[in-house]
């Protein structure tokens, strides 16, 4: 059975963006590179995975420490590539992944003030 509180961490979004089989949404204010990088590993999975991500392209977000700039530059770059519709939507301070019928919704932490933690009950800054 799994937990109906469990951490956003890297690898918890990972796994569901790797598990989706038919319908993938992420929708964040910004995203790790690690996390960005499984996303734009399932681009090549389209038009078989119905795929959207909604990000928070304003510089001030990563400044702030809710994800990494590479990460964005990776996600629009491969975007470009693969003719995909990237959306962006200033002021998204929520996260969200609906890997099919699983749905996790999360308070981003900024990554610029958040100790470490090793319970997977709590917040815990992931690093790159």
Do not use: C
Not at 29 to 40: H, I, K, N, Q, S
Not at 42 to 71: C, F, H, K, N, Q
Not at 93 to 106: E, K, Q
């Amino acid at each position: 059975m799994e937990s109906t509180f469990t951490s956003a961490s890297d690898d918890a979004l990972i796994a569901l963006i790797r598990s989706a089989r038919n319908r993938l949404a992420v929708i964040a204010p910004g995203l790790t590179t690690a996390v960005a990088e499984a996303l734009v590993a399932r681009m090549a999975d389209m038009p078989d995975l119905s795929l959207t991500i909604i990000l928070d392209a304003d510089p001030e977000v990563y400044r702030m420490g809710y994800g990494d700039v590479e990460a964005l530059s990776i996600i629009q770059e491969y975007s470009r590539e693969a003719q995909f519709d990237l959306r962006e939507q200033a002021g998204v301070r929520i996260g969200v992944v609906i890997s099919d019928d699983r749905t996790m919704i999360y308070a981003p932490v900024s990554r610029n003030i958040e100790a470490g933690s090793t319970s997977p009950e709590h917040p815990k800054r992931d690093h790159a």
